[in-house]
């Protein structure tokens, strides 16, 4: 019954691999009127796991779960197990500003990372997720009547998407069995796109189609530290800390403009400039936590993170700093969370659903930018569970279901609030690989 339930649980992995790799060729990552400034929404550091404790990991050390938020977590997993981990993410967000009200929802594969032991104490991982998303779409007319009692009625079509990604690499290792320390070289790549037509329904005006588009590449460190107290019985204090650099990001960026009428196409507008030239940078990152185990059982932890944006570039980045009257402003972002984490009874042969393992959280965010110097913020609860499925070898292959229920922004000074329920999914894959078999 137990290998029938594994074969089913791996074809169900490989299954929904295909179907997201189908989907995704017509879905956002994300989708926000915010994520039209700067680089975008973004995202959570994490996976499934993290995700429904309200995103806190860096102060973590779960043996079960892979845990990307900090290098030197890596060193808490199975010494002897290869570990992966697949997420995937739906997104179902209202939008209301004033009387007007839109709701839309996204679905998209969130992660991929695998992780190998090195030599007892020490491990490596690898991994990609993304690092920001852009998705919009939404239509205006022109209803200043000096305008349009010239030119007739005006429509403008503004819509973008693209993503950027940071794949990763780190290693981390374990001394005197309480200091864990890592560190993951990051590189990030990918492109956001921008475009606004202005079309009139008088025909003898040239209708007009304007974008941007980014494409950015850069490689930056990021460095982790974990300190492991024992208290007294099973019950320990865990200290995390970790540190991002910033980076310069290559690229370039394009910004254009068409005139066009009929067949015959104008080119009002084509710049072609080096991120080099123009300068955009990624923020400095540290991160600060703390947590409480008790054994296998439970764990509670509380993390703050301070990402410093107000060197980024983007105030100045033709296409990306301001649309219409909306002006943006890179600033330095706050996020504060707090979760929590318990398991009845890990070993349980009668009930099983003692022995999976509940999570809940909060989180307060406080975006990378301003609008008309107003901060964008972000607050939600998140709940979730793993759901096993275990045989004698693979003790921790599961199923991890969250959900993210939040509001960013609000209705005031004319911003747009948004509600959303986000539900993640991850496959937590876990073999032993360097283990001699016994026969008999």
């Given at each position: 019954?137990?290998?029938?339930?594994?074969?089913?649980?791996?074809?169900?992995?490989?299954?929904?691999?295909?179907?997201?790799?189908?989907?995704?060729?017509?879905?956002?990552?994300?989708?926000?009127?915010?994520?039209?400034?700067?680089?975008?929404?973004?995202?959570?550091?994490?996976?499934?796991y993290n995700k429904s404790m309200g995103g806190v990991g860096i102060a973590n050390r779960n043996n079960r779960f892979i845990n990307i938020q900090n290098p030197a977590a890596v060193t808490a997993r199975d010494s002897l197990a290869f570990m992966?981990?697949?997420?995937?993410?739906?997104?179902?967000?209202?939008?209301?500003?004033?009387?007007?009200?839109?709701?839309?929802?996204?679905?998209?594969?969130?992660?991929?990372?695998?992780?190998?032991?090195?030599?007892?104490?020490?491990?490596?991982?690898?991994?990609?997720?993304?690092?920001?998303?852009?998705?919009?779409?939404?239509?205006?007319?022109?209803?200043?009547?000096?305008?349009?009692?010239?030119?007739?009625?005006?429509?403008?079509?503004?819509?973008?998407?693209?993503?950027?990604?940071?794949?990763?690499?780190?290693?981390?290792?374990?001394?005197?069995?309480?200091?864990?320390?890592?560190?993951?070289?990051?590189?990030?790549?990918?492109?956001?796109?921008?475009?606004?037509?202005?079309?009139?329904?008088?025909?003898?005006?040239?209708?007009?189609?304007?974008g941007s588009e980014l494409t950015v590449r850069g490689l930056t460190g990021k460095f982790g530290l974990q300190y492991e107290q024992k208290l007294g019985g099973n019950v320990s204090m865990v200290i995390g800390a970790t540190y991002k650099l910033?980076?310069?990001?290559?690229?370039?960026?394009?910004?254009?403009?068409?005139?066009?009428?009929?067949?015959?196409?104008?080119?009002?507008?084509?710049?072609?400039?080096?991120?080099?030239?123009?300068?955009?940078?990624?923020?400095?990152?540290?991160?600060?936590?703390?947590?409480?185990?008790?054994?296998?059982?439970?764990?509670?932890?509380?993390?703050?993170?301070?990402?410093?944006?107000?060197?980024?570039?983007?105030?100045?980045?033709?296409?990306?700093?301001?649309?219409?009257?909306?002006?943006?402003?890179?600033?330095?972002?706050?996020?504060?969370?707090?979760?929590?984490?318990?398991?009845?009874?890990?070993?349980?042969?009668?009930?099983?659903?003692?022995?999976?393992?509940?999570?809940?959280?909060?989180?307060?965010?406080?975006?990378?930018?301003?609008?008309?110097?107003?901060?964008?913020?972000?607050?939600?609860?998140?709940?979730?569970?793993?759901?096993?499925?275990?045989?004698?070898?693979?003790?921790?292959?599961?199923?991890?279901?969250?959900?993210?229920?939040?509001?960013?922004?609000?209705?005031?000074?004319?911003?747009?609030?948004?509600?959303?329920?986000?539900?993640?999914?991850?496959?937590?894959?876990?073999?032993?690989?360097?283990?001699?078999?016994?026969?008999?």
């Amino acid at each position: 019954m137990i290998r029938k339930i594994e074969r089913i649980f791996l074809l169900t992995v490989f299954l929904v691999i295909g179907v997201c790799v189908h989907a995704q060729n017509g879905t956002y990552g994300a989708y926000s009127p915010y994520s039209i400034y700067g680089i975008g929404d973004i995202s959570k550091e994490g996976t499934a796991y993290n995700k429904s404790m309200g995103g806190v990991g860096i102060a973590n050390r779960n043996n079960r779960f892979i845990n990307i938020q900090n290098p030197a977590a890596v060193t808490a997993r199975d010494s002897l197990a290869f570990m992966a981990d697949f997420g995937l993410v739906q997104g179902n967000t209202v939008y209301s500003q004033g009387d007007r009200k839109s709701a839309h929802n996204t679905f998209n594969i969130y992660d991929f990372v695998m992780t190998f032991p090195i030599y007892r104490s020490s491990a490596f991982k690898v991994g990609i997720t993304p690092y920001s998303d852009m998705g919009y779409d939404f239509s205006s007319v022109e209803t200043n009547p000096e305008i349009i009692g010239n030119t007739g009625n005006i429509t403008y079509d503004s819509y973008g998407s693209g993503s950027v990604y940071q794949a990763f690499f780190g290693a981390g290792v374990t001394f005197w069995k309480r200091l864990s320390v890592g560190a993951d070289m990051i590189y990030y790549f990918g492109n956001l796109d921008k475009i606004t037509n202005m079309d009139y329904s008088d025909a003898s005006y040239r209708s007009l189609n304007s974008g941007s588009e980014l494409t950015v590449r850069g490689l930056t460190g990021k460095f982790g530290l974990q300190y492991e107290q024992k208290l007294g019985g099973n019950v320990s204090m865990v200290i995390g800390a970790t540190y991002k650099l910033g980076t310069n990001m290559k690229g370039y960026s394009t910004n254009y403009r068409y005139a066009n009428q009929s067949s015959v196409t104008d080119t009002l507008k084509y710049n072609v400039d080096t991120l080099a030239k123009t300068g955009v940078r990624f923020a400095d990152e540290i991160g600060v936590g703390i947590a409480f185990k008790g054994g296998d059982k439970w764990s509670a932890e509380i993390d703050y993170i301070r990402s410093d944006w107000s060197t980024s570039g983007f105030d100045a980045q033709p296409g990306f700093s301001a649309i219409g009257e909306s002006r943006f402003s890179s600033t330095v972002s706050h996020s504060f969370r707090a979760g929590f984490e318990i398991t009845p009874n890990r070993n349980d042969i009668r009930y099983y659903m003692k022995t999976c393992s509940y999570r809940v959280g909060v989180y307060y965010d406080q975006a990378y930018y301003k609008l008309d110097g107003n901060n964008v913020n972000s607050m939600g609860l998140t709940f979730g569970m793993t759901l096993p499925i275990e045989n004698e070898y693979r003790k921790y292959n599961g199923i991890t279901l969250g959900v993210d229920i939040g509001q960013k922004a609000s209705a005031k000074n004319g911003m747009i609030r948004e509600r959303y329920a986000m539900f993640v999914i991850g496959f937590n894959i876990h073999d032993l690989w360097f283990i001699k078999q016994q026969y008999q």
